[in-house]
């Protein structure tokens, strides 16, 4: 349609204002096409008509629908303007204390000038992982699509965050680094995170100044980089900076500071004070020092100031930059750009010039993207694609930055001695004034030039350009400062430096100022020049990014708080690109919706016909085709409808405009009917009062005396003959009741007779019956026992073998270790030997020596010195020579070890089924082993004593030594020297003896070893079997390989007569197998016949109830008949629960078999007395029956008309006799087979115990009883928890058995250990199974059911501590049984503490596991799902959501999908046995998580704080508290958790207009805080035109009623925040003497004590 059409009555539009920019005014007629005026109504009630073009039709800009104002995006808005983003903003800023909008891929960001809790870490985690657009418009959401985005396609990113100073510029890129610093912390350990954070106010307190618009304004743009690593955690930042603005720091003009300035940085005062007020002038002759001008020293001064602040501010960021470098290669990075937006005060410079041409640059790089982002949106939607002209500033671009631009000018008049800025103005006017459209001349003033900037006109004042653009130093300061005796000072000024020398190659920084080379080349490079480069590779490094836009805007210049000046915030507004964003998406198509949303709010526009399509993409296409004529007002996409503006307008007008009708017409019809209601009720009222006036006229005009005396007389007359008729019928029913009344006794005495007769009768049956089904029940147990046996056996002779295997095992270590020991106590001998040897040799050395000495003491004395000197080299070379030989000795007996060592290997594979004849052989051999290891002890001792006499020999030589040197003066010392040799040698002499002695019983010992063990065979035999090398390589005490050969050989003649044996039993073990094939075939043909008899039962039942229900005419028979059947079915049932449980204590029975052997005699005795009684049992059930039969026939005499049933019942009766006799025929064919089987069970049993008696053991059977502990040896600790804990399956364990059964195998197993007082097996035991449970709790930390599973059993063992623990406290609890099963010899308290920390550990595991499972289903089960048709809380939106981040339609989670994810984990604890309340602190952790996040949802996504969503959130509540009633947790405390959604629900939906309003909400709204309902009723939003918004009034109403409470100012709710958990004791039934382990759990290793 066209646009003139939607100004029709009722309808606004925006009017130009001089205060307010814009101002709303009311169309009050509809306007025609070619008319001259518009008729207005301003919102104050003023009329007013606006004129209008007739040629241009220059319409004001029409106002979107309320319904649309306050919009997340302002692209979302119909009327896209300058109007409608002025006012939406202020809505949202002012309004709704909303500080953040969307436009398109701008987020505006008003600064509020106030604190406000929307930046807590709560807030981050909200934010994080959520799509932009998917919540309200936040700093966080910005950075969160550049962090995915990053991750996504590994593409850098930048944010670019721009402003006027201060709007809070710093502030946002704060947030942005925060937010990447919370979410993606960094692995290492250097937190460069927080390094990056804290560098903030470092540069802010460096680079910050006062302005007349912000007390604390950046006068640096800064670019930061955070560099990431491919798992995008950060690792390393680096900063940039540009421009900064150093001319604040020379305002300080007093010459007194010249000497403070020359002390602090070391310098002497004369040189600076001639530096500055001299230059030097280098010519080519000669260098003239010329004194300066005042003015030129003043610059020198202001000059040298900037330049040591521009060097210090650039060392700080070099050394922020060193702290912030990083090792390796980045992945990515995202830069976050602080710059300074467009500036123009009353007065500009160069440094407003700089800043505006920057943000030239920046704009350009804005518009270009916004393009190109618009035109991928068209061509992923398979849109065409049209032109959309936009303003390209390149030409303002141009006059500045190109060749003989401003820029170029200024530089070349820079280079001029004489330059000055009035010449440089005359170089531009001649160059651009009236050529180029961007540059005017100023009227009033004569030193300035105007340029048109994107934004606005700006006019710059030429004094000051040359001056800040030269920057200029001069050589005689910097010679100066070089001397300077501050290092850090003298270090700026050096020749060849670089600003970022000092950083790592690995760091690539990109300064904004470039190295000085020297100072005399810097010096010629401007400011201008130097800048234009440095934002060159800025924008190079944004256009390799993907960039994100922050557009910071101040709402007013006082600072006030959420106060909103129209003026400026257009101003900015323009100036920041916002508007040309607008502009370009209005020449498209604006608005966009998805299919679903379009048809979800225009639903009420589509017919029946319509809607009878299954697709809604086509009927969203043909309802637009005569809802919209003009097919160019629209375009279909893939996923979206794309609108020009207005469209939407017009869409909801046509909307209203139906709902209105609908309601007039609804109102219509509810009138009628109410007035029609009252009509009806007066009209009945009016009929009422005109019957009685009627009657009281008629009574008044008919009555006399006469008929009231006639009147009375009837009376009187009709009340005698009343009672005579009355006692006359009383009398007649009173003799037929009596007479009933004989009759009905007589008949009920006699039923009371017959009843009592029949039930004496039941009773004997019922005897009888029961009687005959124990015996029944007996004799199936017997069989199946029987069965067991059989297999029971068999099993026991595997495990006697395998025993046998593992004690030949044992005794050959034994053997191995023993022969390792000799080996070494013969090396050990043979060095004792060799060094006693050395020591007699040194002896005769030393007494020839002193033989010698006594002729020429002198000479002697020094002879001796050296051969003493030769005999220490002849010492060393034999220990050498030892040594080798010791070692080629150790090698060769090294060979002949693992030779004899892989022989034994060999032998032992072959002895591994021994049988107990080698138990008494076994025994000798430990004796004598030990008797070996006794002698072996006293060897050792002996050994070390003769190492004692060594070193007393060793010291007796030293002390001889100290004597031959001092024989010169002492020649009395040699005959004691003498004696002293005498008594050594006779210490020699007894030492040999005791050594030969020794060898000598050794050998004896040895000898007599190996004749017992070889049994008559000699040791030459055995000698001869080594090779001649080996003879040689042994020594006196080889006779100990004998021995080991002759433990060998004996070992070999054992194996043969084991293997003899062997074969014997494999031959009787074949044929038991056979057996016991031939006992299976027949036990299931057995277990064929008894459930054959079973279906005979079932059909006996069957024919029973069908007698029963055709004996109709005696109902006392039938109910009898259906009591023994009761009675019948429970006995059945009793017995097949007995079947079971002999099914699970299979294993105990087993344990009994073996003393049934013994009396299966009796057992035949009994089976033919029980054969006996079933006859005699037959036989009177046979004469029950045939009194049965009797009864019936007098039955049938008593009921003569019924004799054909009774018929029927007697044929019932011979049949069940038939029966019976056809199941005794049974019965004794089992019991054939059974005897047959006994018979082969005892010959089988006879077999077992020849086996036994031929082994010398005898299996006497003791009858068990057992203790409940459980036996597991250390060597099997591993496979016990292997088996129970690391490879145990959940499921299986739940379905089959007690899902607590491991917890209570493991107790058991502990019981043992401390009945059996061993500390370490306790010790030992406990950290195995805790480090158990943590292993798979670790392998498994997101499987739910293995948490829930060893988080039921971990409590149950913490439980069964406590419960067994010997404690008064738990003893209470328990049986006499269970208190005598307490721990006797330990303590365990302390294990009982670390079982619960581990308890407390699993627990927060699983919660954190459903957490992460349930969080994705909450938002949209609980806030986005319309779990109420028919009430739509869905508003048009249009929002534009990112092209990274879009996702089509899909099926989304509903409340269902909440109520079944908390089903599954319900149902699977409670089958884990998990305690109850337990399971109620989950239930509780988790409805406390539901509540919160759709809480802290809420709060941050303005479009769903509706009316209509609060009735949709009261549902969803209901359904959840629904679920716990059906499930029985109302106790959990779950239902509180939800109390503060509850009342957001409710606030939503309740009255906001009154001050009574205000009372209620303050009175009922107790679980929420100020801030929170500050922030519904501020957010709240009507979905439709009916609703109305809350007034800010009422919302001020509300906080000051709030502002008593001091709750806090926290909005969002820590949904991380755990419930403190506790496990309450809870004893367990269960004896711990009844638990079978199932076979499954491969524990055949553990014994039941």
């Known amino acids: 349609m066209a646009v003139a059409e939607l100004y029709t009555k009722y309808n606004s539009v925006w009017i130009p204002d001089p205060d307010e920019v814009w101002q709303s005014a009311e169309i009050t007629k509809d306007y025609k096409k070619g008319s001259d005026v518009l008729f207005l109504q301003l919102e104050d009630g003023t009329e007013l008509e606006y004129p209008i073009d007739p040629v241009k039709i220059q319409l004001p800009p029409l106002r979107n629908p309320d319904i649309l104002v306050g919009e997340n995006d302002l692209t979302a808005l119909s009327y896209l303007h300058e109007p409608a983003v002025l006012h939406n903003l202020k809505v949202r800023f002012v309004d709704s204390k909303l500080i953040y909008t969307y436009c398109g891929i701008i987020l505006v960001a008003i600064n509020p000038y106030k604190e406000i809790p929307i930046y807590g870490d709560a807030i981050i985690h909200a934010y994080s992982g959520q799509n932009m657009g998917d919540m309200d418009p936040h700093i966080f959401a910005v950075s969160e699509e550049a962090y995915k985005q990053m991750a996504r396609k590994n593409r850098n990113q930048s944010i670019i965050v721009s402003g006027e100073s201060g709007a809070g510029k710093t502030v946002s890129a704060r947030y942005a680094m925060r937010y990447f610093a919370t979410v993606s912390k960094s692995s290492s350990k250097a937190c460069v995170e927080d390094k990056v954070l804290a560098s903030n106010p470092i540069t802010e307190a460096i680079g910050n100044a006062k302005t007349t618009r912000n007390d604390n304004s950046s006068r640096f743009g800064k670019y930061t980089e955070i560099s990431f690593n491919n798992q995008y955690r950060i690792i390393g930042a680096n900063m940039r900076t540009y421009l900064l603005e150093k001319s604040r720091v020379v305002f300080q003009r007093d010459d007194d500071h010249l000497k403070v300035f020359s002390e602090l940085l070391g310098i002497k005062l004369e040189e600076m004070a001639h530096g500055l007020c001299h230059r030097k002038i280098a010519t080519t002759s000669d260098t003239v020092i010329k004194p300066m001008t005042k003015g030129q020293a003043i610059n020198a001064r202001d000059a040298l100031a900037k330049h040591i602040y521009a060097h210090l501010f650039s060392c700080i960021v070099d050394h922020i930059n060193k702290a912030l470098q990083f090792s390796g290669k980045k992945h990515t990075f995202i830069g976050v750009l602080d710059i300074y937006g467009f500036e123009t005060f009353d007065v500009n410079s160069f440094e407003q010039f700089c800043i505006n041409y920057a943000n030239e640059k920046l704009q350009q790089q804005f518009n270009l993207h916004v393009f190109k982002l618009e035109q991928d949106e068209y061509m992923k939607e398979d849109i065409p694609w049209a032109l959309i002209e936009f303003n390209d500033n390149q030409p303002c671009i141009d006059l500045i930055e190109a060749k003989m631009g401003i820029l170029e000018l200024l530089d070349e008049e820079c280079l001029l001695p004489q330059g000055t800025e009035e010449n440089w103005l005359q170089k531009l006017q001649n160059n651009y004034l009236n050529k180029n459209p961007l540059f005017e001349k100023p009227r009033m003033s004569s030193k300035a030039f105007i340029i048109l900037h994107f934004a606005d006109k700006v006019q710059y004042e030429c004094d000051g350009f040359l001056e800040k653009n030269r920057d200029t130093l001069y050589e005689e300061l910097i010679n100066v400062l070089k001397k300077s005796k501050l290092s850090l000072l003298a270090d700026f000024f050096q020749e060849n430096e670089q600003s970022t020398g000092s950083l790592k190659p690995n760091i690539k920084v990109r300064p904004a100022r470039p190295g000085f080379k020297s100072f005399n080349k810097q010096h010629r490079t401007t400011v201008g020049s130097k800048f234009r480069n440095s934002l060159h590779l800025l924008m190079n490094t944004l256009n390799a990014t993907t960039p994100h836009y922050v557009r910071c805007i101040k709402p007013n210049d006082l600072k006030l708080q959420f106060e909103y000046d129209s003026k400026r915030v257009v101003q900015q507004l323009r100036a920041c690109g916002v508007l040309e964003t607008i502009r370009i998406s209005a020449q498209s198509y604006p608005s966009r919706w998805t299919y679903f949303e379009f048809f979800s709010r225009y639903r009420i526009l589509m017919s029946q016909q319509d809607l009878a399509l299954d697709d809604k993409k086509q009927i969203c296409k043909e309802v637009l085709k005569h809802l919209i004529q003009d097919p160019n007002q629209y375009q279909f996409g893939k996923t979206k409808i794309f609108f020009r503006a207005g469209q939407v307008a017009y869409l909801e007008k046509l909307r209203a405009d139906k709902l209105r009708a609908a309601s007039v017409t609804i109102q219509k019809n509810l009138r009628c009917w109410i007035q029609r209601k009252k009509f009806l009720k007066m009209k009945r009222a009016a009929i009422i009062i005109q019957q009685y006036v009627r009657g009281e006229r008629a009574v008044r005009r008919v009555l006399n005396a006469a008929i009231l005396k006639q009147s009375w007389a009837a009376v009187i007359i009709q009340k005698h003959w009343r009672r005579f008729s009355v006692s006359h019928h ?430 299966e005699g009796f057992q035949r005795r009994l089976v033919e007395i029980q054969k006996a009684n079933c006859a005699k049992e037959n036989m009177e059930l046979l004469d029950k029956v045939r009194k049965l039969e009797n009864e019936n026939h007098q039955l049938l005499n008593w009921t003569q008309a019924d004799s054909a049933a009774s018929n029927r019942m007697k044929q019932e009766a011979s049949q069940l006799t038939l029966e019976n006799w056809d199941l005794e025929e049974r019965l004794d064919q089992k019991e054939k087979q059974i005897r047959k089987l006994q018979h082969q069970i005892k010959s089988l049993t006879k077999t077992i115990d020849r086996g036994n008696r031929a082994n010398g053991k005898v299996s006497p059977f003791v009858k068990k009883e057992f203790l409940g502990m459980l036996e597991c040896k250390t060597e099997d600790e591993e496979k016990l928890i292997k088996n129970l804990i690391l490879d145990l399956k959940p499921r299986g364990v739940v379905v089959n058995m007690i899902p607590v059964l491991p917890a209570s195998i493991l107790f058991m197993c502990i019981r043992y250990a401390d009945d059996s007082n061993d500390a370490e097996m306790l010790k030992s035991l406990m950290n195995s199974l805790l480090d158990g449970i943590k292993t798979v709790t670790k392998n498994h930390s997101e499987d739910f059911e293995m948490l829930s599973f060893w988080l039921s059993n971990s409590v149950h063992f913490l439980n069964c501590l406590k419960q067994y623990s010997g404690e008064e406290e738990f003893m209470k609890y328990n049986t006499p049984q269970q208190n005598s099963q307490c721990l006797k010899n330990f303590d365990l308290s302390e294990y009982r503490q670390i079982l619960s920390d581990l308890a407390i550990h699993i627990y927060q595991q699983l919660i954190q596991v459903m957490e992460d499972d349930l969080q994705p289903m909450i938002v949209p089960g609980m806030l986005e799902h319309e779990s109420l048709q028919g009430i739509s809380s869905m508003k048009p939106t249009g929002l534009r959501k990112r092209s990274s981040n879009y996702q089509e339609e899909v099926d989304k989670y509903t409340i269902s999908s909440i109520l079944q994810q908390l089903s599954y984990y319900f149902t699977t604890m409670c089958q884990h046995d998990m305690d109850t309340d337990l399971t109620k602190q989950a239930v509780k952790q988790l409805f406390f998580l539901i509540g919160t996040i759709t809480l802290n949802n809420l709060f941050l996504r303005k479009d769903m704080c509706s009316c209509r969503k609060g009735m949709q959130i009261r549902c969803n509540i209901s359904y959840l508290e629904e679920w716990l009633k059906d499930k029985n947790m109302q106790s959990s405390n779950a239902k509180e958790t939800l109390e503060p959604l509850s009342q957001a629900a409710w606030l939503l939906q309740v009255n906001k207009t009154t001050d009574d309003d205000v009372k209620e909400i303050c009175a009922k709204c107790t679980s929420l805080s100020a801030v929170q309902i500050v922030k519904i009723l501020n957010s709240y939003t009507p979905i439709d035109d009916f609703e109305k918004r809350v007034a800010p009034s009422f919302v001020r109403k509300v906080q000051s009623q709030l502002n008593s409470r001091g709750d806090g100012s926290t909005l969002i709710i820590d949904a991380k925040y755990h419930f403190q958990v506790t496990f309450p004791f809870s004893p367990s039934p269960q004896a711990l003497e009844t638990i079978q382990i199932p076979s499954s759990f491969k524990l055949n290793f553990l014994t039941r004590i």
């Open 730 to 1159: 009383y009398h007649l029913i009173l003799k037929a009741i009596i007479r009933i009344q004989s009759f009905t006794r007589g008949w009920l005495a006699r039923r009371q007779y017959k009843k009592m007769l029949q039930d004496q009768k039941a009773l004997v049956i019922q005897k009888h019956v029961r009687a005959w089904l124990v015996r029944r029940r007996y004799q199936s147990i017997r069989r199946f026992v029987l069965n067991i046996q059989l297999s029971f056996r068999v099993k026991q002779l595997h495990k006697k073998l395998d025993e046998q295997s593992k004690e030949n095992k044992g005794l050959l270590e034994r053997l191995t270790h023993l022969s390792t020991i000799h080996s070494a106590d013969l090396n050990k001998y043979q060095k004792l030997e060799e060094e006693l040897q050395k020591a007699v040799t040194q002896k005769q050395f030393i007494e020839e020596q002193v033989k010698k000495s006594k002729g020429q003491t002198e000479q002697t004395l020094s002879e001796f010195r050296k051969q003493t000197l030769s005999l220490q080299a002849q010492n060393q070379k034999l220990e050498k020579q030892h040594q080798e030989q010791t070692q080629a000795l150790k090698e060769k007996m090294n060979e002949i070890t693992c030779q004899h060592l892989g022989d034994l290997e060999r032998e032992e594979q072959r002895r591994r089924t021994l049988e107990n004849n080698f138990q008494t052989q076994k025994e000798n051999y430990e004796k004598q082993i030990k008797a070996l290891i006794d002698e072996i002890k006293h060897l050792q001792e002996e050994r070390i004593q003769l190492q004692e006499q060594i070193q007393e020999e060793y010291l007796i030589n030293d002390g001889l030594r100290k004597d031959l040197a001092q024989l010169a003066d002492e020649a009395l010392v040699i005959p004691k020297l003498k004696g002293d040799i005498a008594t050594l040698e006779m210490k020699n002499q007894d030492l040999d003896m005791c050594l030969q002695k020794q060898r000598k019983e050794m050998r004896e010992k040895v000898e007599e070893i190996t004749k017992q063990l070889l049994g008559g065979l000699e040791g030459e035999e055995l000698r001869k079997r080594l090779s001649p090398e080996d003879m040689e390589q042994l020594n006196e005490d080889g006779e100990l390989w004998f021995a080991y050969e002759g433990l060998k050989r004996a070992t070999r003649v054992m194996e043969m007569h084991i293997q003899s044996q062997k074969e014997n039993y494999e031959k009787e073990i074949e044929e038991l197998s056979f057996r016991i094939d031939q006992l299976c075939e027949e036990t299931t043909h057995l277990q064929q016949k008894v459930e054959a008899e079973n279906d005979t039962n079932e059909t006996i039942r069957q024919e029973v109830t069908r007698l029963a229900k055709e004996n109709l005419v005696i109902p006392e028979f039938k109910l009898q008949i259906l009591e023994l059947q009761k009675q019948k079915q429970d006995i059945e049932k009793h017995l097949q629960g007995q079947v079971v449980e002999m099914k699970e204590k299979m294993e105990e029975v087993t344990d009994q078999l073996q003393g049934n052997l013994k009396e």
